[in-house]
C-alpha cells in the first residue's frame, strides 16, 4: 500500500495519560497535515509541516499537543496529559507541494478514546 | 474568517434522482474548493475540486460550480446510485498555504 499509513489505528487511553500517534505520508509528498474529527463534524486543521518545518498550528491547538517531522518524512503527534475532549479520530494527510493548490490524501485515521 | 458552511445536513434522494449540496465559505482569499467523500469507518477522499479561476467542473456523474462572488460552491451528482451514500465534506483553502477549512458535512442517503 502506498498510500498515507498511521498507527496505531486504535488507542484507548486514562484520563492524564501521553500517547503518541505516526503518520507516513506518501513518500515523495513534502506536505504533511494533522487533522482532529469528531462525530458530525468534519475535519478540522491542527498543524502542518513543509518538510521538517511546522509551518502553522491552530490556534486550537493547546500546549498539550506536540508534533513533530523530524526528516521531512513521518511525523509523529503526541498529546500529554490526555482529557476526555481529547477523544476524536485524528487523521494525517499529505501533498506534493509545487507552487499551486493540490489533493491531499488521508490516511485511515487513529481513533482516540480517553476513559 | 474561516467558516465553511454546508447546507443541507441530510440529504435523501430516489436512486437516479440528482443531488446538490451547497457551501458557502467566508474568506475572500479562498481560491482552491475541494470535495471529499467519506464513507463509513472509511478516510476522506477527494472526489473533485474547482480553482476560483473557473466557474465549473464536471467529472462524469460529478460537477462542482463555483460563485466567488456570492462565495458559495455546490455539488452536484446526477444519476444517483447507492455507492454515492456516504458524508461528502467541502472545503476551502485558506490563505495561501493550502491550508483547508472543512465544512461539517453532508450526509447523503440514496434510496435504491
Known amino acids: 500500500d502506498t498510500g498515507v499509513s498511521q498507527n496505531p489505528r486504535h488507542k484507548i487511553t486514562k484520563r492524564g495519560q501521553n500517547v503518541t500517534f505516526r503518520c507516513d505520508p506518501i513518500?515523495?509528498?513534502?506536505?504533511l497535515y494533522w487533522y482532529r474529527q469528531t462525530l458530525g463534524q468534519g475535519p478540522e486543521f491542527l498543524t502542518y509541516?513543509?518538510?521538517?518545518?511546522?509551518?502553522?498550528k491552530s490556534r486550537l491547538l493547546s500546549d498539550r499537543f506536540s508534533a513533530e517531522r523530524p526528516k521531512g518524512s513521518f511525523s509523529t503527534l503526541e498529546i500529554q496529559r490526555t482529557e476526555q475532549g481529547d477523544s476524536a479520530m485524528y487523521l494525517c494527510?499529505?501533498?506534493?507541494?509545487?507552487?499551486?493548490?493540490?489533493?491531499?490524501?488521508f490516511g485511515p485515521g487513529t481513533r482516540l478514546t480517553v476513559l | 474568517g474561516e467558516n465553511v458552511e454546508q447546507h443541507p445536513s441530510t440529504l435523501s434522494v430516489q436512486e437516479g434522482d440528482s443531488a446538490v449540496i451547497k457551501c458557502t465559505y467566508s474568506?475572500?482569499?479562498?481560491?482552491?474548493f475541494p470535495w471529499y467523500k467519506q464513507e463509513l469507518g472509511k478516510r476522506p477522499q477527494l472526489i473533485i475540486d474547482?480553482?476560483?479561476?473557473?466557474g465549473e467542473k464536471k467529472d462524469q456523474r460529478i460537477a462542482v460550480t463555483l460563485n466567488k462572488t456570492a462565495k458559495h460552491f455546490s455539488l452536484h451528482i446526477t444519476e444517483t446510485q447507492p455507492e454515492d451514500s456516504a458524508v461528502y465534506f467541502c472545503?476551502?483553502?485558506?490563505?495561501?498555504?493550502?491550508?483547508?477549512?472543512f465544512g461539517k458535512g453532508n450526509q447523503v442517503v440514496v434510496i435504491p
Open positions: 474568506d475572500s482569499a479562498s481560491n482552491y
Open positions: 474547482i480553482r476560483s479561476n473557473v
Open positions: 472545503a476551502a483553502s485558506i490563505g495561501g498555504n493550502n491550508r483547508l477549512a
Open positions: 509541516f513543509q518538510n521538517e518545518a511546522q509551518l502553522e
Open positions: 494527510a499529505s501533498s506534493l507541494e509545487s507552487g499551486g493548490y493540490t489533493e491531499q490524501f
Open positions: 513518500s515523495e509528498h513534502n506536505r
